[in-house]
């Protein structure tokens, strides 16, 4: 350790919760001679935290045959560690069973994709005597880690994948685990692994089937990442070129130091556009979340329909009483939901023309966009649930829909903005994303779980960026604004110090402020601090 000399500047650090190549291991203790059954299934949990090595750690705590078929790429489970509970269930002089329980949080597969698994976690561990001490000879497959452990051992990225129409990218989420080969190699290798069983059957990949990476991806010391790969890519056309190098450059623009992209095809720069090499922010054209080209907040108050901004005048042509309005985000087509009589009634035209009537039922949720434009909603009438998508030019058609979102009432539906998703809020107060698949031009919604199953009461529902929604959930001290990843990994509650009431609905925009309503109809807007905007219900962006 020095002690004088010139002090230097070092590397910068990136923000919490970034992606970079600084890494903090974990180096639990190996097994040694002496430790009793249940140590030694103490200390393989522990170990677990490193995978150094393909887990050498963990596997000195296993037998010889045992470590060579112990399979950990078989996925992870998170659970609580506060709760973990290790039983001796079965115990001789030469053999001893080790049953471990714990509230199970979730699973990771080995693609990176986590799925919320609320329950219960068992796991039995059969040890025996081998040489100076116990060690586990049989096990299940896959890795146990604590919710502590988690952020220890993986971090949050988004691979970007190419929407039905092309024209849009939309993220995954991925948990990356510390790779001795470097974040940005980690994440292009992954790219070109394809996306994850949940969201593949509504995006693709530009690439070629079978592309794949040539080495590693250095980034140099002006932070350019030469990503080079398989031959493949030479046959592509420029349209498709393109799209690719967007999805390079978004999933690689996460990593830290990185300024830009270099592609590179068995070895030789491939120009695209004007150069080879491409800045981190390009590609903006392909934003899965851009700000609403009409920016404008709409909400009912008094039956009629009103809008911020430009929003308002196109929108006070509508038919009352109105329940529900909605504008698609480049500002040419209108929605809105009307009571009637018998029930509701969906009006949906051209934005500053007369609104036509397109279906009446028992009820009609609040309108939403879908990547081609459609107005979508789910209706219910004589007891049927149906998902309905209006076309701009006023054709009606059913969407073909999971039972498991049409079997309970559906109080709210809205699709994503790269239009490849749907988040639900079902009768019994629950989050569920499923998938918005475009197949012949024709939408249908699929693949339907819950996440944040902590969540309860949910009542309000916008997706505030790519791949983040906000809602409003029940909470030990009254309601709260919750903002979670669409897979549920990561929650996150939003403060709401100064608003005067129960925030019951919500509307949020990339870029925009995000607004709530409380149960008393006043309408709040995070500007640095909360601020009241004035009186309303359904309060949505465009878009």
């Given at each position: 350790m020095p002690s004088g000399g010139v002090v230097h500047v070092g590397r910068a650090l990136p923000a919490a919760g970034g992606l970079s190549d600084v890494d903090v291991h974990s180096l639990p203790p190996p097994w040694q001679p002496g430790l009793a059954p249940k140590d030694v299934v103490d200390g393989f949990l522990r170990a677990l935290?490193?995978?150094d090595d393909d887990y050498s750690i963990a596997r000195s705590y296993l037998t010889t045959s045992a470590a060579a078929k112990w399979r950990p790429a078989a996925g992870v489970t998170t659970y609580e560690d506060d709760a973990l509970r290790t039983e001796q269930t079965a115990a001789s002089t030469t053999a001893h069973t080790i049953t471990v329980t714990a509230p199970r949080i979730g699973q990771i597969d080995a693609h990176g994709d986590y799925a919320a698994a609320?329950?219960?976690?068992?796991?039995?561990?059969?040890?025996?005597r081998e040489g100076t001490g116990w060690r586990?000879?049989?096990?299940?497959?896959?890795?146990?880690?604590?919710?502590?452990?988690?952020?220890?051992?993986f971090r949050t990225a988004d691979l970007y994948f190419l929407n039905s129409t092309g024209t849009s990218l939309v993220p995954e989420q991925v948990l990356v685990q510390n790779s001795p080969r470097?974040?940005?190699?980690?994440l292009i290798s992954l790219l070109l692994a394809g996306p994850g069983r949940a969201l593949a059957p509504a995006v693709h990949s530009a690439a070629p089937p079978g592309t794949s990476l040539?080495?590693?991806?250095?980034?140099?010391?002006a932070g350019v990442a030469d990503v080079n790969v398989s031959n493949g890519l030479r046959l592509v056309s420029r349209r498709t070129l393109s799209a690719f190098s967007a999805q390079l450059v978004w999933t690689l623009r996460q990593v830290s130091g990185v300024t830009a992209v270099r592609l590179l095809v068995d070895g030789a720069p491939v120009p695209v556009g004007a150069s080879a090499r491409q800045p981190v922010r390009a590609w903006p054209q392909f934003d899965p979340a851009p700000r609403p080209a009409s920016p404008s907040l709409l909400w009912v108050s008094g039956g009629r329909p009103h809008g911020s901004g430009d929003g308002a005048p196109a929108l006070h042509s509508a038919l009352v009483p109105v329940l529900s309005v909605a504008r698609s985000g480049d500002g040419h087509t209108v929605a809105a939901v009307q009571g009637t009589r018998a029930g509701m009634r969906l009006v949906t035209g051209r934005a500053g023309a007369p609104l036509r009537a397109r279906l009446t039922a028992t009820t009609v949720t609040t309108p939403t966009f879908d990547a081609m434009g459609d107005v979508v909603v789910v209706t219910t009438s004589a007891g049927r649930r149906r998902v309905v998508a209006v076309t701009p030019s006023g054709a009606v058609r059913d969407v073909p829909a999971d039972t498991s979102i049409l079997r309970s009432a559906v109080t709210e539906l809205r699709l994503s903005h790269d239009g490849a998703r749907a988040a639900v809020v079902d009768g019994?107060?629950?989050?569920?994303?499923?998938?918005?698949?475009?197949?012949?031009?024709?939408?249908?919604l699929s693949g339907f779980r819950v996440v944040a199953p902590a969540l309860q009461a949910v009542a309000g529902l916008s997706w505030s960026g790519a791949d983040s929604i906000v809602v409003t959930a029940a909470g030990p001290g009254g309601r709260q604004v919750v903002e979670t990843d669409s897979d549920g990994y990561s929650l996150r509650t939003i403060p709401t110090d100064g608003v005067h009431g129960q925030p019951v609905a919500v509307a949020a925009a990339p870029g925009l402020p995000l607004v709530i309503r409380t149960a008393d109809g006043r309408m709040w807007a995070e500007l640095g601090t909360w601020h009241r905007l004035?009186?309303?219900n359904a309060p949505v962006y465009s878009g």
């Open positions: 935290v490193n995978d609320p329950g219960t976690l068992t796991a039995s561990y059969a040890l025996v586990i000879a049989r096990l299940p497959d896959g890795v146990l880690l604590s919710a502590l452990d988690v952020p220890r051992f470097g974040a940005a190699t980690a040539v080495g590693n991806v250095p980034v140099d010391a019994a107060g629950r989050l569920l994303v499923g998938l918005a698949e475009t197949q012949r031009g024709q939408l249908a004035s009186t309303g």
